[in-house]
């Protein structure tokens, strides 16, 4: 550990979420150059390990097991921290550890050897935005801080990224999956929009409006602005086997690429999405080519529904036996 146990080690973590290519690693990127914040790289460890150890009294009768279980996480390496470092911030805490106060103390850590003199640690998991009840049980006084894209544009960046790694873009099956996690995303919006705890930010504005954007939201977060935050591409620290993906957190923002997502889809491509997240597109889209042909995408759209349930229906019933698999071992 590189510091001193840092003071509020009880409190609740921020989370970071949004719909997978809205630029949650943007974001954390942008909210780690602030002094007084440090946001872990992406990862789902507490979402993972609340399966088996959520109902545990004291982790510290399982502390081995635990500690085990949490380094297998996928993606937790990017975290940086040894059993050790854990086990340094667990010997300070009095009384039982429950799973809420080990993930809060995990962020303790993470404080401690990455930013000790930060005073709010927060964990990005993008898909946790499908998840606010269950993390709200964990951290009542939890904040959550949820970047919306226009989701042509999550679309065109899914796409290069497929594009990129496997050289090759499944367009209507990939389509319909895009669509799937940015309208449960925007549902949930939706219905947390009154808590004060949920705090949207929107991509657009951020890339644009950047200043104004990030001081709303310190104002939500009960922080000062800090204008180191409009130099986040200087300090960027992605790790190094994701910069593929993420390239852009190491650039300053680029407004002129807002509308990039209109020479990057194809016409299909922009009415099937259209028509997928018709119910919430005028409302988090920049406005423009909101149309669709009905006659024109349900075809390609019929194919891809049904390449989704032959890939997802198995998928699907794999992570229900691997949760039930969870909670017998518990």
């Not at 003071?7 to 989370?15: E, F, I, R």
């Not at 009154?194 to 939201?217: F, M, W």
């Not at 086997?241 to 690429?257: D, G, Y």
Request: glycine share 6%; proline share 5%; with cysteine.
């Amino acid at each position: 550990m590189t510091g001193d146990i840092p003071k509020g080690t009880c409190q609740d973590p921020l989370l970071v979420v949004g719909c997978q290519r809205s630029g949650t690693t943007l974001l954390r990127t942008i909210l780690n150059a602030h002094s007084r914040l440090t946001v872990g790289y992406e990862c789902d460890f507490f979402q993972v390990l609340a399966g088996t150890y959520g109902q545990t009294r004291d982790i510290r009768a399982h502390l081995d097991q635990f500690l085990a279980d949490l380094m297998a996480v996928n993606r937790f390496e990017f975290w940086e921290l040894k059993p050790a470092d854990i086990r340094a911030v667990f010997e300070t805490a009095e009384g039982p550890i429950g799973f809420a106060e080990a993930i809060r103390l995990i962020c303790a850590a993470y404080r401690c050897k990455h930013k000790p003199g930060a005073s709010l640690t927060g964990v990005k998991n993008p898909n946790s935005i499908e998840h606010l009840p269950s993390y709200w049980t964990l951290f009542p006084q939890g904040r959550v801080v949820h970047i919306i894209r226009d989701p042509r544009a999550v679309l065109a960046s899914e796409k290069k990224k497929f594009i990129k790694r496997d050289g090759g873009f499944n367009s209507f099956l990939n389509t319909i999956r895009v669509a799937r996690r940015w309208n449960k995303a925007v549902r949930a919006q939706a219905r947390f929009d009154a808590d004060s705890r949920l705090l949207a930010v929107r991509y657009h504005d951020l890339i644009s409006d950047t200043e104004d954007s990030l001081r709303a939201l310190c104002e939500g977060l009960e922080l000062p602005f800090d204008p180191q935050m409009l130099d986040y591409y200087k300090s960027a620290a992605t790790p190094d086997k994701e910069m593929w993906q993420h390239a852009l957190t190491k650039a300053p923002p680029s407004p002129e690429r807002l509308s990039a997502w209109q020479s990057e889809l194809t016409g299909t491509e922009i009415s099937s999405i259209n028509f997928l997240c018709r119910a919430h597109l005028v409302q988090y889209s920049d406005g423009q080519r909101t149309g669709y042909k009905l006659l024109e995408v349900l075809p390609g759209l019929a194919a891809g529904w049904a390449q989704w349930g032959l890939i997802g229906i198995p998928s699907k019933i794999a992570h229900l036996a691997r949760q039930a698999l969870r909670r017998r071992a518990a």
